[in-house]
């Protein structure tokens, strides 16, 4: 049995594939909703399955979990696959039940990778990181305004707002510090990332959090591919060539090496030489920065999956 099942922040569809029938039906996104589900398909004698949903994060995790707890097959897919999926269909219909459909359908397709749910730990870990990183980027666009004509009254507003958040970061810094310090296999893992030069406690502390079972991923470009860092070339005979980041991916990965890669570039002599060549190359500016973060990534990769502090050697 499949199921599709399209996120809303109210309200979830879901759609059963049953050989060549479709059942379908709305539920709120709660936990009553998750116990009106669970009687569903239990009505109709699916005590087991696969079940796919597109990742939107917090708001399908709840619902996964569920499923998962139950006995039920999950699968959480980039969207940008069930995309591609609908336009190989011709799918014209874009409603919430058209979409759950096209969910099962493409679970039945594809049967996608299940997904291993975290631990409460591990999701507390990840939900601080990324309060942590939207908090950041609300101080910066408050800071940014500070530069803009205004009354004094307004520019007292933006300041207070600004001391605001610069409290809410610090304490939710002292959370995440706290939680990796009493974890031992994470404290290492902090460790060895802090021994690449260019990442720093705060960007080793959010790859641990996105990325905190490094034995999931078989090699370094599967873990590249997961967060979007491959390059995507187009070519079409001679008029048109490029080459840019694809936007497929863990988008908090993707923020997470930027600034590295900025500081790797002045402060790690294996990724200076590593641009330097690329410079030599004709590359772009910004094809060298991914380029960075994309042999950073590889970098990280290495060092946990090894256990062994950076050798400048080895990479």
């Known amino acids: 049995m499949y199921i599709g099942i399209d996120i809303g922040k109210a309200d979830f ?10 059942a379908s039906k709305s539920f709120p ?7 009106q589900l669970a009687v569903w398909l239990r009505n109709r004698r699916v005590d087991s399955g696969h079940a796919c949903m597109e990742s939107t ?7 996964a979990t569920f499923l998962h707890d139950r006995g039920y097959v999950v699968s959480i897919v980039n969207p940008s696959a069930v995309k591609a999926f609908g336009r190989s269909e011709l799918s014209r219909t874009k409603t919430d039940k058209a979409d759950a459909a096209l969910l099962a359908r ?16 591990e999701r507390r870990l990840r939900q601080l990181v990324r309060r942590r990183s939207d908090l950041v980027a609300t101080r910066t666009a408050e800071s940014n305004r500070l530069e803009a004509p205004g009354t004094d009254a307004v520019r007292t507003s933006i300041e ?3 001391a605001f958040l610069n409290e809410q970061i ?8 706290h939680d990796i310090d ?5 404290r290492n893992n902090r460790k060895l990332l802090e021994s690449i030069p260019g990442i720093g406690t705060t960007s080793a502390s959010s790859l641990i959090a996105e990325v905190q079972d490094m034995q999931q991923f078989k090699s370094a470009r599967k873990l590249a591919a997961h967060a979007g860092l491959c390059p995507q070339v187009r070519q079409s ?47 772009r500016p910004m094809q060298i920065v991914v380029a960075v973060m994309h042999k950073l990534l590889v970098i990280a990769y290495g060092v946990l999956k090894s256990q062994r502090p950076f050798d400048p050697t080895m990479a």
Request: include cysteine; charged fraction near 20%; glycine fraction near 6%.
């Open 13 to 22: 569809h879901c759609a059963l594939l049953l050989e060549e029938k479709v």
């Open 29 to 35: 996104n709660n936990g009553k909703g998750f116990n």
């Open 57 to 63: 994060g917090g708001w399908s995790e709840e619902l």
């Open 106 to 121: 493409f679970c039945a397709a594809h049967r996608p990778n299940p997904w291993i749910p975290p631990s409460p730990q």
């Open 160 to 162: 207070a707002s600004v």
């Open 170 to 177: 610090a304490e939710i810094e002292e959370q995440i510090q």
């Open 182 to 186: 009493d974890d031992p296999k994470l």
């Open 237 to 283: 005979g001679t008029s048109i060539h490029s080459s840019a980041i694809t936007p497929i991916g863990n988008r908090a990965l993707k923020q997470i090496f930027y600034m590295p890669a900025l500081s790797a570039m002045r402060h790690n002599p294996t990724i200076i030489a590593f641009a330097q060549r690329l410079r030599e190359r004709g590359k």
